[in-house]
């Protein structure tokens, strides 16, 4: 069994420099508050969605491309519908090279190093757009596999494998870093961050942004 604090030393408690990092497209947090007004986009029937994109190089020349897609919808709840804003972070190479084999080839010290540059940038990105907009939920997966049909065989969850436990101890050591406050909720193949403080008066969202009562 892999113990975390064993993985806490292995990774010198997720202290590890991230690679430098930079946004290659996609809208800030004022650009998307004001495209949900636009009525070319019907987000009453369709909601409205964006993807931020950023890039990274590897000391081995590896560039990776972590995107961020956010998404506004109305949810239906029993007969009720409520707004929700979520974002989903996935990662790949450029080149779309296996991200899992490549992280199985290289050396463990660029595996955490890679861990640690898409979790700074998360916390960045985070910290940016919960200025404007409350979020309901962030998903992050490990890794997505290639094959989709190991993710209904329990003996492959990727949260509770070596990797999905680095990136337990990233996220959570990182947290302290966003301006307000979430936890991590850990699902067999992937982690939620949600936010502990609640949504700001009776949350409304006029498609100009978030309106306080």
């Known amino acids: 069994m ?20 930079r946004k290659t497209s996609g809208e800030t947090p004022q650009q998307f508050k004001s495209n949900m007004n ?3 986009f019907e987000v009453d029937l369709y909601g409205h ?3 931020d994109s950023y890039e990274f190089t590897t ?6 491309r972590v995107d961020i897609q956010i998404e ?27 991200v899992s084999q490549i992280m199985t080839a290289t050396n463990l010290h660029e595996q955490y190093a890679v861990m640690s ?35 209904y065989d329990p003996r492959n969850r990727r949260t509770q494998n070596k ?14 870093k966003l301006n307000k406050q979430y936890e991590i909720q850990v699902k067999p193949n992937w982690f939620n961050i949600v936010p502990t403080y ?15 009562k």
Not at 4 to 21: H, M, R, T
Not at 139 to 147: F, G, R, V
Not at 202 to 208: A, H
């Open 49 to 51: 969605d964006t993807i």
């Open 117 to 151: 540059t898409i979790t700074d940038i998360v916390i960045s990105w985070l910290n940016e757009w919960d200025k404007t907009l409350y979020f309901d939920l962030i998903k992050i997966d490990p890794i997505e596999d290639d094959d989709k049909r190991m993710d």
């Open 38 to 40: 636009n009525p070319a």
């Open 163 to 176: 990797r999905g436990k680095l990136y337990i101890v990233y996220l959570q050591k990182q947290l302290s």
């Open 2 to 21: 892999i113990k975390l604090k064993d993985i806490l030393q292995e990774v010198g408690e997720a202290n590890i420099k991230p690679f430098a990092w």
């Open 59 to 64: 000391d081995k020349g590896t560039r990776y």
């Open 72 to 98: 506004y919808y109305m949810q239906k709840v029993g007969i009720t519908e409520n707004p929700h804003l979520e974002a989903e972070v996935d990662f790949t190479t450029v080149d779309d090279q296996s």
């Open 198 to 212: 609640p949504k700001p008066g009776d949350v409304k969202y006029d498609f100009t942004g978030i309106v306080d």
